[in-house]
């Protein structure tokens, strides 16, 4: 086997959540004075902290990005979430499948915040999967594109980043990925939009796959 652990991407790898979050982060944009039609905010927003984009949004709402603004956000984007949130498709089979194969060498390294993180692990069914081995990147000195998260992620399971597979949707999660020393694969399901094939590729993904029923064959590589 060529690789010893896979480390996950969690939002657009795992749960369907991205258009969920980037929902709710439109509304709130337009209510305070920028209005982005749904696939602007994605193509935005997607793979992106709203934090590390402050300066855009103050600029376009003329109003300062605040610790309650913020909070407002959280609170709107985790009740939608619990509401509303599944799996991507395949997600959980080839999850219980390469956890197996792997005796459990594997991590969800995400650039979100571990409540979000865990809380949408639980959700869909996969929590027990990945105990103990959910890596935030609010946690870390540096969030994606750096590779701190993935860094963490690899030396928490014993496993040189080298022989690490890394999973990812958004060309911000490839270029983690690859600064870190991992092989990284992209998940695109579609052609077009933020994590489009031939962005991820040009970031760095070695292949680019569109249902989680292969990735099972990536881990011999």
Not at 117 to 137: C, D, I, N, T
Not at 185 to 192: K, L, Q, R, T
């Amino acid at each position: 086997m060529k690789f010893e652990a896979i480390l996950f991407d969690c939002d657009g790898v795992l749960v369907d959540s991205e258009p969920l979050t980037n929902g709710v982060l439109r509304d709130m944009l337009e209510e305070s004075g920028w209005v982005l039609t749904p696939q602007a905010c994605m193509d935005l927003f997607v793979g992106k902290t709203v934090r590390s984009e402050a300066a855009r949004i103050e600029r376009h709402t003329g109003q300062p990005l605040t610790d309650a603004w913020m909070a407002a956000f959280y609170a709107r984007r985790n009740h939608r979430l619990e509401a509303e949130l599944v799996a991507i498709d395949g997600a959980v089979a080839a999850v219980q499948a390469v956890h197996a194969r792997l005796q459990g060498r594997i991590a969800c390294a995400s650039g979100a915040d571990r409540f979000k993180v865990e809380m949408q692990l639980a959700k869909v069914g996969l929590a027990p999967y990945f105990a103990g081995r959910v890596f935030s990147g609010h946690e870390m000195p540096a969030t994606k594109p750096a590779p701190d998260v993935y860094l963490a992620a690899a030396a928490a399971l014993g496993v040189d980043p080298a022989r690490c597979l890394v999973v990812e949707d958004t060309v911000t999660g490839v270029t983690a990925g690859v600064a870190a020393g991992a092989t990284v694969v992209g998940y695109s399901p579609s052609p077009w939009g933020h994590g489009a094939p031939d962005a991820l590729r040009a970031a760095g993904a070695v292949q680019v796959f569109a249902s989680m029923a292969e990735l099972p064959a990536l881990l011999e590589g």
